[in-house]
């Protein structure tokens, strides 16, 4: 186009940054080529940044942190009800994100707290069930302060059955409930009489059943799994059926042997593949255990924890424990099921973006083209949402690799500098819960994490670091 | 570039057709960008193109033929020993590929067939096989002339189980083996004691107990598994895991619940999911089935058959009826397994090219990046080699999408005209046999068919359709 003269042939015009002249440039019929840039943030954080980048011992502190977290090898061992897996005592619940109590949850998570009271018989019907909790008669405690990561509101109590898993590359267990299938479900905060029959089966034919698949089949390498199913179209967060798959492939042959009745395991089968999400909650506490080996570094700007309450958005560094930095949780936008509005979407919910921190998930896409029919947009949005991530994060993984990329590793161990530097803000693709209690899924879509906390958690780091940054 | 002095930033040149230049001009540094160009065809049938573009008649026909192909629901009903699934009689032994005499044919259909001898009973020796077969003693028949088709040397003998597809969309059936597995295969020309003592396990166990397990389960939809392969990473061809893993969730239920001993469905589910190609052989027969039933369209020129003897490369026209068009099989190039080169592979076999005819294998391998580390090549291979089928097709597959397009249908219904006119060659992407009776496969990669058989073809359709093409 350039070479020829522009006042024949018209301009095209390379844009940077703003929206609103693309757009006005387009609506004249000028060829318009965006380009992608984003201003710097406006946060004051440039100092912080400037040092940071200048310092050793961060560049050292992330190197280990990223290869703890990248050299993980979770494997699923087994299945124990939380009382004896994560210590749950009896009128204590688990739930998804950083710390909230009741008065600050939203529909879902009420709905699945008032569910799992019904479960655990210490409410006798939902109206007692709320009173009690509005009375703070129960306690409330993040899954992640027990080891364990939960979908959604990510509600456990302590009868519920727990998949087990350990890091075979140097120790440290992660947990997560069984996923409970599709439509009106716990995690969703439904908690009528199907759903709370559903959660009993599964404590008292799944639980056992797959205990002793897994006492026969061994250790089962999960991350080798989630390798496999991102050359199969999973990215292992909102894409599962290659995951699923390759589970069921690697159980069938105990299930047949398994000593149960046979249709009790026929059961079980059945109901493991009329759910393509069930890898998920294999995948999270996978990841769980891998981020927690790359805790509490000092001096590191890792990512190590992103979760949601449905009210909330938190992160954790490596560098400052077990501090959580928030921000509102945003709507995801996306795809909503016939029938539902964007006013039936609750803010963004769940323990899931744990596969984001640890290079799945939204930093996968590119390898599951197919997931833009569930969360909306075209084939290119996936490829570009990997390709983005690679900005702000400290490497590529080993083990998870993406085909469409020519077998590139997945961008992975999230630096909070990079992204306050590079004003990014990590992709994550997630479902969508109805806003009121009861109502269950009501689509999927992407969302953004606040960038409040991402600042946040950069000055509590620079000012816990001081005396490192002035090295 | 264009924009700025090409005596001082240096010329950036486009070239069409001819890679002597490109390569001439990327050694001396010059910035090359090839533009994909085919001279047209010199085969001399330049009028009779002009006449089918312009005939009605041909349109109607291929028009006809499309629907047919694309409309085919084939599903897996059952299995039964080829004597009588397809009637063959002793001392009648089938082989992929167009008709071949033992004289003609390769080391590996020689090796499968010796196998199959040895099989039956009817020679006491590898060596006694090879005499009796030189001598005349048994008859060699095509697959394809009995409703079947068998991967790679694809040799059938009466006692052989086979997999019974029925179209439920309009009828017809088509038939296939059972895949054996990876390593020493008789369908690689192996006939060793494991070979043969596998086949007779197949027969002894696995056929029955597949045979109860879909008499279980119903006929299974073996298009709409495939269609959900491709969203997961198959072309269903030379990469079938998605697909192997969606038969067994299919029929892992009624394997738990099968009534003979749960020892022998466990082995039968242990060899199943320890072989990715499983799925190969219940997608050749699908693929059959659909093809055939666009077969003996009078007018049209759709390509309703490709298969290779390890000899020959062969076609048949839905218009032509039942003749064959044969030109030499080429060598593929890709991946050859460690200690094999390229003097080891057998020029190109089997029947399997029956899934490029219907839309799938290299035509969808846009699904399936991940071949690349099995045949060769970039993932942007994988995505050309769908791309540039669009232009030697008639149609894009309703069931069958590639999300990385898009979702935009496989290419279809190949047109021996837009072959010609385009002289653009179906892509196909295949396993490698060894080329030694014995030896088994030696690597994966793609391979050009002769364009004789499609201008052999072509030339053939004019002379029996010269009225048609008059009007």
Not at 67 to 91: C, D, I, K
Not at 279 to 307: C, H, Q, W, Y
Not at 440 to 458: K, S, Y
């Amino acid at each position: 186009m350039w070479n020829e003269d522009v006042l024949s042939s018209g301009p095209r015009v390379a844009t940077a940054g703003i929206d609103l002249i693309d757009d006005a440039l387009a609506r004249q019929d000028v060829d318009v080529a965006p380009t992608r840039w984003q201003p710097p943030s406006a946060s004051g954080l440039a100092p912080v940044l400037s040092s940071i980048a200048l310092c050793d011992g961060v560049r050292t502190a992330n190197r280990t942190a990223l290869e703890r977290l990248t050299g993980a090898r979770p494997h699923l061992v087994g299945v124990r009800p939380a009382s004896e897996a994560v210590g749950l005592e009896p009128g204590t619940f688990l739930h998804a994100g950083p710390p909230i109590d009741w008065a600050g949850a939203s529909g879902p998570l009420r709905g699945a707290l008032t569910g799992a009271a019904l479960l655990e018989g210490v409410a006798s019907s939902p109206d007692d069930a709320t009173a009690r909790f509005a009375r703070g008669e129960f306690r409330l405690e993040p899954c992640h302060h027990r080891a364990a990561v939960g979908p959604m509101a990510g509600v456990v109590s302590p009868s519920m059955p727990m998949l087990v898993i350990e890091n075979e590359a140097g120790g440290g267990k992660a947990f997560c409930t069984i996923n409970e299938g599709l439509g009106k479900v716990l995690r969703y905060g439904a908690f009528s009489a199907e759903v709370i029959d559903r959660l009993r089966w599964i404590e008292r034919v799944l639980a056992p059943v797959l205990g002793d698949v897994l006492r026969a089949a061994g250790p089962l390498d999960l991350y080798a799994m989630a390798g496999e199913a991102l050359q199969m179209g999973d990215e292992c967060h909102n894409r599962n059926r290659a995951g699923t798959s390759l589970f069921l492939r690697a159980i069938g042959p105990h299930l047949i042997e398994a000593p149960r009745s046979s249709s009790d395991a026929a059961e079980c089968f059945r109901f493991i593949t009329g759910n393509d999400h069930f890898f998920l909650n294999l995948m999270m506490p996978a990841a769980k255990a891998a981020a927690d080996t790359a805790r509490d570094i000092e001096g590191s700007t890792m990512v190590v924890a992103m979760a949601r309450n449905g009210t909330e958005f938190g992160i954790q560094l490596s560098g400052t424990g077990n501090e959580w930095f928030t921000g509102p949780s945003g709507v995801p936008q996306g795809l909503l099921f016939p029938g539902y509005g964007p006013e039936d979407a609750n803010p963004d919910i769940g323990d899931s973006t744990i596969t984001e921190t640890v290079g799945v998930g939204g930093f996968a896409m590119a390898s599951a083209p197919a997931i833009v029919k569930f969360v909306g947009g075209s084939s290119d949005l996936a490829l570009d949402s990997s390709r983005r991530m690679y900005a702000i994060t400290l490497g590529e993984h080993p083990l998870f690799r993406l085909p469409a990329l020519d077998f590139r590793g997945t961008p992975v161990g999230i630096d909070v500098a990079l992204v306050v530097r590079r004003n990014t803000l990590p992709v994550v693709n997630t479902g969508i819960a109805g806003r009121e209690a009861g109502v269950g899924q009501v689509g999927a879509g992407l969302v953004d994490p606040p960038a409040r906390c991402f600042e946040n958690a950069l000055a509590r780091f620079a000012e816990r670091h001081a005396s490192l940054l002035r090295t």
